[in-house]
């Protein structure tokens, strides 16, 4: 079974700051890796994904991701935080043994990210 | 293009009452998905359906059904309300593939008294 870890549930940091967010997954295949986030009161937005190709994906808002298949890792990164990007952040990855194809997403518990003016 | 789109927003219920969360998607997506998610945990997959017809039980199914009539609709129902199904409901849909991305709704946040 997939699973992911989501080191720190809340994170803070200064506004202009590097943003490191740490996501860590467990998978018997190649996984298929994604980051979402949920600002309050709203639904879960994809940030970026991770399929094959090239290891350092690009996301909306400024924001990065690195595979790293020998440290299990997908940690999600901003060089200079906003304000603006006070939310809630998920990890997930694609469970490849979901029923019937089903295409399923196991989630991390999620990092709230805070940031301090 | 609206998404996915989930109704009510909000609702109150009292314990044993029943009630239907309603899922639309107009994205012509195959697979679509109920959540749950309560604070600390995450977001659990309560049920799911691959197509048209089809449902299946996800992590979290005990307390509800679900029905898949149309494509582009899918229903989540509460038969009698339980304070521990208090929580934010979310919808999801996808399309065919493992690279696919899941499309969330805004949610519904239901309390149950």
């Known amino acids: 079974a997939q699973s992911v870890t989501q080191l720190g549930s809340h994170v803070s940091v200064s506004e202009g700051a590097l943003v490191l967010l740490r996501c860590n997954y467990s998978s018997s295949v190649p996984p298929y890796l994604f980051w979402y986030v949920q600002y309050p009161n709203q639904g879960l937005q994809l940030l970026l994904k991770y399929t094959t190709g090239a290891t350092l994906v690009k996301g909306i808002n400024g924001f990065e991701a690195e595979f790293k298949k020998s440290e299990t890792s997908f940690h999600l990164t901003k060089p200079s935080a906003h304000m603006s990007d006070a939310a809630e952040y998920f990890c997930?990855?694609?469970?490849?043994?979901?029923?019937?194809?089903?295409?399923?997403?196991?989630f991390g518990k999620g990092t709230k990210l805070s940031v301090i003016p | 293009n609206a998404g996915v789109t989930q109704t009510p927003k909000f609702r109150v219920l009292k314990t044993g009452q029943s009630m239907t969360l309603l899922c639309a998607q107009d994205m012509n997506h195959e697979y679509m998905y109920w959540y749950r998610q309560d604070p600390g945990m995450g977001l659990r997959l309560i049920h799911y359906?691959?197509?048209?017809?089809?449902?299946a039980k996800g992590e979290v199914p005990d307390g509800y059904n679900v029905s898949r009539l149309k494509k582009q609709n899918f229903l989540l129902g509460l038969e009698s309300a339980a304070p521990s199904q208090t929580s934010v409901y979310f919808c999801?849909?996808?399309?065919?593939?493992?690279?696919?991305?899941?499309?969330f709704g805004d949610g519904t946040r239901l309390s149950i008294l």
């Open positions: 999801a849909s996808t399309d065919r593939g493992r690279y696919q991305p899941q499309h």
């Open positions: 359906s691959v197509g048209e017809g089809t449902t």
């Open positions: 997930a990855v694609s469970d490849p043994y979901s029923g019937a194809g089903s295409y399923q997403l196991t």
